[in-house]
């Protein structure tokens, strides 16, 4: 069955700090992935998605991923974290670009100042 | 970017009444939306895919009785919990996908509280 993993619901980093959110996938063949980030009574919006292709990924607000075959991973990482990006991430995964997704179970990133 | 919109944000009913909550795509049309629940602290599953003109696809475990979705038209979807019960207070979060841009977009969410 295809699955998304992130390993870590809660974590804390310092601002300023760099940042790294795990996610570990489970398809049979390379599917769409993608990050989005979720903040309180907001929508969720894509960050990055990864296709094929170059395997790190720029997004916007300062964010990549990296797409690593070998680890079934695709690593959401930002060098240097604002109070602002305190909310919930999650990484999906889906057959096509604009089908049905998997989700994660979602990190909580807190941020302290 | 495109922007998907969902009515009401907020409901609270008592239990045994049906809700209706509208998903629009706001500047463009979809012909499929997603329908997504999120509990407390666990991620969206996706309940059902909504098509226009035609049938829902649920995903299994999904009641199509209970939770009906009508996609009249292509900038909207409607997703009627009918008879609700406290076990459906969640937060539902539709999608609208645009193949020209390959992507998709969330609505904000529908928080419903059944008492």
């Known amino acids: 069955a295809q699955s998304v993993t992130q390993p870590d619901i809660h974590i804390t980093v310092s601002e300023g700090a760099s940042l790294e959110l795990r996610c570990n996938y489970s398809?049979?063949?390379?599917?769409?992935l993608f990050w989005y980030v979720q903040s309180p009574g907001q929508g969720l919006q894509l960050l990055l998605k990864y296709f094929s292709g170059d395997t790190l990924v720029q997004g916007i607000k300062g964010f990549e991923a990296e797409f690593k075959r070998s680890q079934s991973s695709f690593n959401l990482r930002k060098p240097s974290v604002h109070w602002s990006d305190a909310a919930e991430y999650f990484c999906a995964g889906g057959g096509t670009s604009y089908g049905k997704l998997t989700f994660g179970q979602g990190t909580i990133l807190t941020v302290h100042p | 970017g495109a922007v998907v919109s969902q009515h009401p944000s907020r409901v609270i009913c008592k239990s045994g009444t049906s809700v209706k909550i509208e998903c629009r795509s706001l500047d463009f049309q979809a012909t499929t939306m997603f329908w997504y629940r999120q509990f407390p602290k666990q991620s969206l599953m996706l309940m059902a895919t909504?098509?226009?003109?035609?049938?829902?696809?649920?995903e299994q475990g999904v009641e199509k009785d209970k939770f009906l979705i009508n996609h009249a038209s292509l900038t909207l979807s409607t997703l009627t919990v009918t008879s609700a019960h406290p076990e459906d207070s969640s937060f539902y979060i539709c999608?609208?996908?645009?193949?020209?841009?390959?992507?998709?977009?969330f609505g904000p969410g529908t928080r419903l509280l059944v008492l």
């Open positions: 909504s098509n226009e003109g035609s049938k829902a696809t649920y």
């Open positions: 999608s609208a996908p645009t193949s020209a841009q390959e992507t998709q977009y």
């Open positions: 398809y049979g063949a390379t599917p769409y």
